[in-house]
Each structure stands twice: as structure tokens, then as C-alpha cells.
């Protein structure tokens, strides 16, 4: 009798999809970067500007990814593209740094932020904060473990939510800015003197900015699961990144409305004190509530996408072969999901996730930019009449899309590293330590074909 492999379940449709984009973006970002941004560049109609920028780099983003995600509807996503395109190393050393520390060190630093907005709301002591993490994090592992059906719906449920949060500040906000709530605060009508350099205030604001957009990339790993993904992939990706878009300009013109420029500036929790500002305590706690609801779907969301690359390196040799192979019944890498919760538990143990973040989150922009590029090498290759995927949807503007989007992928890694050179080589020295485990591991494939 002979063995039939196990395969992915196609089960993941265009409203799931996404549902996926919108919460791989939207987490705690929109509730705190707004400030650093206001502080570096000033003035109201700057902070828009910024983030609109910031929005356009991220639907050129889409449309790259859009394009090779129906090129190679392949399970594993950026991994598998900059393998085909640039080769294994690179491939794996992105693998290695999302796996060591970005996707289980974001899942640790956002399960904490949930665990502290939740507890006060619950009435739990803030001993409780670590339990509540470990909870969460072996939760949702194992609603992912059981299917991406299951995962996929508690993404839905939750990215609902996230947006019906965020809607009721824009909601009061844009009716504050309207008269409907009662005048402007003093702060909102303070006078504010635009920044001397405007070209580099903004240069300045957009690295915290695009930081935020990031995170439609993830949807890509799960490309083998969803239903067409030739068509519902590039649709979920453009339709997801335009609602953040809109959601992020509209969250900001709340903002604005409420505390005005100098205030935003001023304010390390904006979003509640502009729900404070506006209906007092109670938008304040409600505001809070839909904070904890949307760090708790980006959990589940990061938790449901990354294991699938580790499946897919696994597969090509270069992890465990027990992380390659799926669940004969639920059809999900569950090896690779418990592994990436039980790392994320570690890290949140260990307290060292926010440092290990610091180091490689610039990482995270370089595989970017060298993702932009693998569309370049496509792209090359099909006018060669060489294999370069089925192409079910072409990006626009080519060259000109993937080369911004480059361009300001390599924009953000500089601003990053000029900002902490020393995390910066700290970053680089652990993706360093990738590449000796990387030739170990194709060593052995060898040895052992």
C-alpha cells in the first residue's frame, strides 16, 4: 500500500483573506506610533501627509506581492520567492530570522500588551500578566492546530471587532471635528510651527510609519490554503491594504480632531486619551477593550501564518523533518505550530523579546526590499521565456512599483540603523549565526540523499 502524501486544505476564501491582511497590519501600531510620528514632523497636515505616503509605499507592496503570490501560490510565501529568485541562503537567513525572534518575539511583546489591557478590565492582578500570556499564546496554537478553518475564523472574528473599535474613534473623533461633540480642546487650537527641514521631518516619520503598514506579507504564507488563490490572493492583499489605509488616515483625523498636533505629540496613549477627551472614562475603557481585541487577533494571526514556513524549510532540508510534515487528520504543520508557541512562550519568559526585536525588526526591511527585487528577476526571466510562475495578475507600472518599493524598503533600514547602530550590528550577528546552521543543515541533506 502505498502512502498518499498529506496536503493543504484549500479552505481559506477572499472575506478570510482578507480579514488576514487587514489583521496582519493592524496591531498595537495604530495605537501608538501616531505619536512619534506628530513629534517628528510637527504639524496636522505633515502627520496625514506621512501616513498617506506611508500608505501608498504599502499598496506598492501589495501589488508586488499580489503578483508573486499568484505566481508561486506556494505555502511558505517570501521564503519561497526569494529562494526560486536569489537563491537558498538568503531564503533561509529570512527564515531564520523570523522564526528565532521576529514572528515569536512580536507574538511575545503583543501577548504581554494584551495581558496588560486586559487584566484592569477583567479586574485581574497584574501578577496574573504572564499566566494570561501563556494562556493566550497555547490557545491559539491550539485553534491552529486543529485546522485553518478554526484559525481562520478566529481571525475573522476578531479583525471584525478590531475595526468596529477603531470605527467608534474615528466615528467621535470626525464628530468632534465637526462641532457635534462640543468645541476643540485648547490643546487642538494651539499655534504650531511647521518643522525647518520638511523633506527630512517627513524622512523621519516615515520609518515608525511604515513599521505600522507592515504585515500584509503574511497572507502569502498560506497561499497553498486558500480557495483560487490565482484570483483571491492579489484581491485579498489590494482590498486589505486600502482599508488600513483608510483606517489609519481616518484613526489620525480622530486624533487631530481630539488633541491636535502638539497634543499627539505630547500623548504616549493616544487613542485613550482621545476617547477620554471626547465621551471621558467610558471611551477610555472602550477603547482599551479594543485594543486587547486587536492585539489578541494579531496573535492569532502571526501564530496561524508563521509555522507554514517553517513546514516549507523544513521540507527543503533545512529544518527538522518532523516541522515538514502536516497532520494527517487536521492537515495543519502541527510540529511547526507548537513549535513557534512554545518559542514565543520562552521568549516571553525570558524577558529578552524586546531587545531581540530591537536587534533584527530592520531585518524584516531588508527581506523586503530583496522580495521587490525577486519580482525584478521574474519578471527578467519570462521576456527570456525562461520559468517565472504563472502569471494570473501583473503588478502595474513595472519597473517603476517594484523599484520604489525597494527604494524604500533600503530607505527604512538606513533610518533604522543610523537611528541604533548598535542594535543594528547586533541584528547582523545573529542573522551571521543562521549561516553556519544553514550550510550544516544542507550538509546533511546531502549525506543523507
Given at each position: 500500500?502505498?502512502?498518499?502524501?498529506?496536503?493543504?486544505?484549500?479552505?481559506?476564501?477572499?472575506?478570510?483573506?482578507?480579514?488576514?491582511?487587514?489583521?496582519?497590519?493592524?496591531?498595537?501600531?495604530?495605537?501608538?506610533?501616531?505619536?512619534?510620528?506628530?513629534?517628528?514632523?510637527?504639524?496636522?497636515?505633515?502627520?496625514?501627509?506621512?501616513?498617506?505616503?506611508?500608505?501608498?509605499?504599502?499598496?506598492?507592496?501589495?501589488?508586488?506581492?499580489?503578483?508573486?503570490?499568484?505566481?508561486?501560490?506556494?505555502?511558505?510565501?517570501?521564503?519561497?520567492?526569494?529562494?526560486?529568485?536569489?537563491?537558498?541562503?538568503?531564503?533561509?537567513?529570512?527564515?531564520?530570522?523570523?522564526?528565532?525572534?521576529?514572528?515569536?518575539?512580536?507574538?511575545?511583546?503583543?501577548?504581554?500588551?494584551?495581558?496588560?489591557?486586559?487584566?484592569?478590565?477583567?479586574?485581574?492582578?497584574?501578577?496574573?500578566?504572564?499566566?494570561?500570556?501563556?494562556?493566550?499564546?497555547?490557545?491559539?496554537?491550539?485553534?491552529?492546530?486543529?485546522?485553518?478553518?478554526?484559525?481562520?475564523?478566529?481571525?475573522?472574528?476578531?479583525?471584525?471587532?478590531?475595526?468596529?473599535?477603531?470605527?467608534?474613534?474615528?466615528?467621535?473623533?470626525?464628530?468632534?471635528?465637526?462641532?457635534?461633540?462640543?468645541?476643540?480642546?485648547?490643546?487642538?487650537?494651539?499655534?504650531?510651527?511647521?518643522?525647518?527641514?520638511?523633506?527630512?521631518?517627513?524622512?523621519?516619520?516615515?520609518?515608525?510609519?511604515?513599521?505600522?503598514?507592515?504585515?500584509?506579507?503574511?497572507?502569502?504564507?498560506?497561499?497553498?490554503?486558500?480557495?483560487?488563490?490565482?484570483?483571491?490572493?492579489?484581491?485579498?492583499?489590494?482590498?486589505?491594504?486600502?482599508?488600513?489605509?483608510?483606517?489609519?488616515?481616518?484613526?489620525?483625523?480622530?486624533?487631530?480632531?481630539?488633541?491636535?498636533?502638539?497634543?499627539?505629540?505630547?500623548?504616549?496613549?493616544?487613542?485613550?486619551?482621545?476617547?477620554?477627551?471626547?465621551?471621558?472614562?467610558?471611551?477610555?475603557?472602550?477603547?482599551?477593550?479594543?485594543?486587547?481585541?486587536?492585539?489578541?487577533?494579531?496573535?492569532?494571526?502571526?501564530?496561524?501564518?508563521?509555522?507554514?514556513?517553517?513546514?516549507?524549510?523544513?521540507?527543503?532540508?533545512?529544518?527538522?523533518?518532523?516541522?515538514?510534515?502536516?497532520?494527517?487528520?487536521?492537515?495543519?504543520?502541527?510540529?511547526?505550530?507548537?513549535?513557534?508557541?512554545?518559542?514565543?512562550?520562552?521568549?516571553?519568559?525570558?524577558?529578552?523579546?524586546?531587545?531581540?526585536?530591537?536587534?533584527?525588526?530592520?531585518?524584516?526591511?531588508?527581506?523586503?526590499s530583496l522580495t521587490g527585487v525577486t519580482l525584478l528577476i521574474y519578471?527578467?526571466?519570462?521576456?527570456?521565456?525562461?520559468?517565472?510562475?504563472?502569471?494570473?495578475?501583473?503588478?502595474?507600472?513595472?519597473?517603476?512599483?517594484?523599484?520604489?518599493?525597494?527604494?524604500?524598503?533600503?530607505?527604512?533600514?538606513?533610518?533604522?540603523?543610523?537611528?541604533?547602530?548598535?542594535?543594528?550590528?547586533?541584528?547582523?550577528?545573529?542573522?551571521?549565526?543562521?549561516?553556519?546552521?544553514?550550510?550544516?543543515?544542507?550538509?546533511?541533506?546531502?549525506?543523507?540523499?
Open positions: 500500500m502505498v502512502d498518499v502524501p498529506v496536503t493543504y486544505a484549500r479552505r481559506v476564501g477572499l472575506f478570510s483573506g482578507v480579514m488576514m491582511v487587514i489583521g496582519g497590519i493592524i496591531g498595537s501600531g495604530i495605537f501608538r506610533s501616531p505619536q512619534v510620528v506628530a513629534q517628528r514632523v510637527l504639524t496636522g497636515e505633515l502627520t496625514l501627509l506621512a501616513w498617506a505616503l506611508g500608505g501608498l509605499i504599502a499598496l506598492a507592496g501589495a501589488f508586488v506581492y499580489a503578483e508573486l503570490g499568484a505566481r508561486m501560490p506556494r505555502t511558505g510565501g517570501q521564503y519561497v520567492y526569494l529562494r526560486d529568485a536569489l537563491g537558498a541562503l538568503p531564503a533561509f537567513l529570512y527564515g531564520w530570522a523570523l522564526l528565532l525572534v521576529i514572528a515569536p518575539g512580536a507574538i511575545a511583546a503583543v501577548a504581554i500588551t494584551f495581558a496588560d489591557y486586559l487584566l484592569p478590565l477583567v479586574g485581574g492582578a497584574p501578577s496574573l500578566q504572564l499566566p494570561v500570556v501563556i494562556a493566550t499564546i497555547a490557545l491559539l496554537s491550539a485553534i491552529n492546530y486543529v485546522g485553518v478553518t478554526f484559525g481562520a475564523i478566529t481571525q475573522n472574528i476578531f479583525t471584525v471587532l478590531k475595526l468596529a473599535a477603531l470605527a467608534t474613534l474615528v466615528a467621535l473623533g470626525l464628530a468632534a471635528a465637526a462641532g457635534l461633540l462640543g468645541p476643540p480642546s485648547a490643546v487642538a487650537a494651539a499655534a504650531i510651527q511647521p518643522p525647518s527641514n520638511v523633506l527630512t521631518a517627513l524622512s523621519a516619520a516615515l520609518v515608525p510609519v511604515l513599521f505600522s503598514y507592515g504585515g500584509w506579507q503574511q497572507t502569502n504564507f498560506v497561499a497553498e490554503e486558500m480557495i483560487a488563490p490565482e484570483r483571491n490572493l492579489p484581491r485579498a492583499l489590494l482590498l486589505g491594504v486600502v482599508a488600513v489605509v483608510v483606517v489609519y488616515l481616518l484613526a489620525n483625523l480622530a486624533y487631530l480632531a481630539a488633541l491636535g498636533a502638539d497634543g499627539l505629540a505630547a500623548s504616549s496613549a493616544p487613542a485613550a486619551d482621545t476617547m477620554r477627551m471626547l465621551i471621558g472614562s467610558a471611551g477610555e475603557t472602550l477603547i482599551a477593550a479594543g485594543i486587547a481585541v486587536s492585539t489578541f487577533g494579531f496573535i492569532a494571526l502571526v501564530i496561524l501564518v508563521t509555522p507554514r514556513v517553517l513546514q516549507a524549510m523544513a521540507a527543503d532540508g533545512l529544518f527538522l523533518p518532523a516541522f515538514g510534515r502536516l497532520h494527517p487528520r487536521y492537515r495543519t504543520p502541527g510540529a511547526a505550530i507548537a513549535f513557534v508557541g512554545a518559542w514565543s512562550i520562552a521568549l516571553a519568559l525570558s524577558g529578552k523579546y524586546g531587545a531581540l526585536l530591537d536587534y533584527v525588526v530592520f531585518a524584516d526591511w531588508i527581506f523586503f519578471r527578467a526571466r519570462e521576456r527570456r521565456g525562461q520559468p517565472a510562475g504563472q502569471p494570473g495578475f501583473r503588478a502595474p507600472l513595472h519597473p517603476v512599483l517594484p523599484i520604489l518599493f525597494v527604494l524604500a524598503g533600503i530607505y527604512v533600514v538606513f533610518g533604522s540603523v543610523a537611528s541604533n547602530p548598535a542594535n543594528a550590528i547586533r541584528g547582523v550577528a545573529i542573522l551571521a549565526l543562521g549561516v553556519p546552521v544553514y550550510f550544516y543543515s544542507r550538509r546533511r541533506v546531502r549525506s543523507e540523499t
